[in-house]
């Protein structure tokens, strides 16, 4: 140490009552060396910015903001992963912690250990507070100097979920389950306070979600279709997830406004039901094995279903949404095939004669039309069009005979 008036040597006796300290710190020892410097070996403690004293039989001078100790440097931690919950001990290895009554504090992120144990100056122990999310620095301050970890971080433990209170729920999402309008997810991981908890189903966001433990969130599930949605859970960054979690009801059909038309198709039909979805997602309809010519969505409980061209009666009506579809047997039939007039009134007792039946509900192409002259099938029928087949009559005898046509067993 270096100033001025620390003493002199008097009758051959060097000024041995000059002494130093660091702080509030005596030297180990201090030693004379001339008017102007004094030896100090520095005791070993923490802090930084410490005055330096000097002191010469009773005056002393001293210097502020003169010396700084090393800071702490963090080596190791006994551990890299923790529980949300917390309250679990990591071991802090370095150098520079400083002496047992240093003032040592641990945090891990910007949250401080529930407590901080002093073993050394190169070990002192966190207890882990609760906590999410992960890549946290982990700070050791000793005399108001830290270190941290540099690139050794602590994460707490993914969220996990494990199972849902409820697996199905309609399409209009959960708010419309009245009083139970949430699904409780549990697992573990979601800390044990409101921090950033979120949940999703699928890849749509939970119109609300609401911490209830680290166990447990609570979902207000969102309107949706499909099944077998992936159940997410979010806190602070962090992840979890269950497959196949949640399903949302199956479309049914339950009545329509029109249960008939013509053969050519062409007419619109509205199929009314539940869990079409509250948007224009990808609902569809078909009668029988048809496809509706074109399908428009109008409702969670209604679709409107352009019926295509066909034959036959009682089809079932199928609605489908999401990859999920539900039906209505014996919903729709076709207008049963009629006939009106025929080209040729009479023919020969014998051989075959080629008579054209006209009526209608035919078919739009070749189905299995066919025609009978009295209790006689014509030998071959040969569709024309929804209004025309060809009967080749085979001879016979009588008069007054019925004409009759059939298309799909009508």
Not at 125 to 136: E, F, L, M
Not at 161 to 181: E, I
Not at 298 to 312: E, M, Q
Request: include cysteine; proline fraction near 2%.
């Amino acid at each position: 140490l270096q100033g001025y008036n620390f003493g002199s040597t008097i009758a051959g006796v060097a000024g041995n009552r000059s002494s130093a300290r660091v702080g509030d710190t005596a030297c180990e020892s201090s030693t004379w060396v001339s008017d102007s410097a004094v030896q100090c070996v520095v005791s070993g403690s923490v802090g930084s910015d410490l005055s330096i004293a000097v002191t010469a039989e009773v005056q002393f001078g001293s210097i502020t903001s003169a010396y700084s100790y090393t800071p702490p440097t963090i080596q190791s931690l006994a551990r890299s992963v923790a529980p949300a919950t917390g309250y679990v001990n990591v071991t802090i290895n370095g150098v520079n912690f400083g002496g047992r009554n240093s003032g040592q504090r641990a945090r891990v992120g910007g949250t401080s250990c529930a407590n901080t144990a002093w073993a050394s100056d190169s070990e002192v122990v966190c207890t882990i507070s609760a906590g999410v999310g992960g890549g946290h620095l982990v700070t050791v301050t000793a005399g108001r100097q830290a270190g941290d970890s540099g690139n050794l971080l602590l994460s707490y433990e993914a969220p996990v979920v494990s199972a849902m209170s409820v697996l199905r729920g309609p399409t209009t999402g959960s708010a419309q389950l009245g009083l139970n309008s949430s699904v409780l997810m549990y697992g573990s991981g979601l800390g044990t306070s409101d921090y950033s908890g979120m949940g999703r189903v699928g890849g749509t966001a939970c119109e609300s979600s609401r911490w209830v433990s680290d166990s447990a969130l609570q979902c207000v599930v969102a309107a949706g279709i499909s099944f077998n949605q992936t159940a997410v859970v979010t806190a602070s960054q962090q992840t979890g997830e269950l497959s196949g979690a949640w399903s949302y009801d199956i479309p049914t059909a339950t009545a329509l406004k029109t249960a008939n038309g013509p053969t050519t198709g062409g007419v619109s039909m509205t199929v009314y039901g539940a869990g079409l979805g509250t948007s224009r997602y990808s609902a569809m309809a078909r009668v029988g094995s048809t496809a509706c010519e074109s399908s428009m969505w109008v409702s969670d409980s209604a679709l409107k279903c352009l019926v295509g061209s066909g034959v036959a009666a009682l089809q079932t009506v199928s609605v489908s949404s999401g990859k999920q579809a539900g039906s209505l047997t014996e919903a729709w039939s076709y207008d049963l095939p009629a006939a009106s007039s025929v080209s040729a009134t009479n023919g020969p007792a014998t051989g075959s004669t080629n008579v054209t039946v006209y009526g209608s509900g035919l078919g739009t192409m070749g189905y299995s039309a066919r025609s009978r002259v009295g209790g006689t099938a014509c030998e071959s029928s040969r569709w024309v069009s929804d209004s025309a087949l060809v009967c080749s009559l085979p001879g016979g005898i009588g008069a007054n005979k019925s004409v009759s046509v059939s298309a799909a067993q009508q």
